[in-house]
């Protein structure tokens, strides 16, 4: 069972990324604010939920929250400063689009950099624990699925609109014997099918 809050004395707003693995497009993420009392039987972490529910769950999101934002860094962001301060940073640029600011932030994982002086707790699987950051997760999920979807008609080989940029044996595959788009993260190996793959880009 989900929670509404971590603490019940400030603003909080649950914060979560998408594509932090993907080999190729723009790492997204949400921060999304809840009402007190929210509760949704289906809402939890994106991962565990077919495309047609996420969707769905978004419009209801959108409609129920206090706030939302969705922010994104590119690839070519991603290759200068590393996919784990992207990841930080596309969280940082969605809490400064929130229309009313946080007090407090939930963060899924266990790292994070301080986003000004707004005190904030790490949470290991907490799109599976609060839902506020299982919101952020399906905000990110989704729009960056948009995105990909959008830009996969000017690359169809990649297959983009079904992989989204992640490293399946066929994105894999095609990257090794056609090469990077300008759309790819330069800086991330890519494998051979068949090959363990680094850390990194191992999670969906």
């Not at 529910?53 to 290759?79: F, G, H, M, P």
């Not at 400063?81 to 596309?90: E, G, P, T, W």
């Not at 991330?188 to 099918?193: C, G, L, S």
């Amino acid at each position: 069972m989900l929670l509404a809050r971590y603490q019940h004395e400030l603003i909080e707003a649950g914060c979560d990324e998408a594509g932090r693995g993907c080999l190729a497009g723009p790492v997204f993420a949400a921060a999304v604010i809840l009402p007190h009392d929210f509760d949704h039987h289906l809402l939890n972490d994106s991962k565990l939920l077919i495309e047609e529910v996420r969707y769905a769950l978004r419009t209801e999101i959108e409609q129920k929250a206090i706030a939302y934002a969705v922010a994104s860094v590119d690839n070519e962001e991603i290759d200068e400063i590393n996919i784990l301060n992207a990841s930080f940073l596309a969280m940082h640029r969605a809490i400064e689009k929130l229309s009313l600011e946080p007090q407090f932030l939930i963060i899924d994982g266990n790292r994070f950099n301080k986003y000004k002086t707004t005190p904030h707790q790490c949470i290991v699987k907490g799109d599976s624990k609060y839902f506020s950051i299982a919101a952020a997760s399906i905000l990110a999920k989704t729009y960056r699925d948009d995105y990909m979807k959008q830009i996969a008609a000017e690359h169809p080989e990649y297959n983009w609109h079904s992989n989204k940029g992640y490293p399946t044996i066929d994105h894999r595959e095609t990257v090794l014997r056609l090469g990077h788009t300008p759309y790819h993260r330069i800086t991330f190996r890519v494998t051979a099918p068949g090959v363990e793959l680094d850390e990194d880009l191992s999670t969906l």
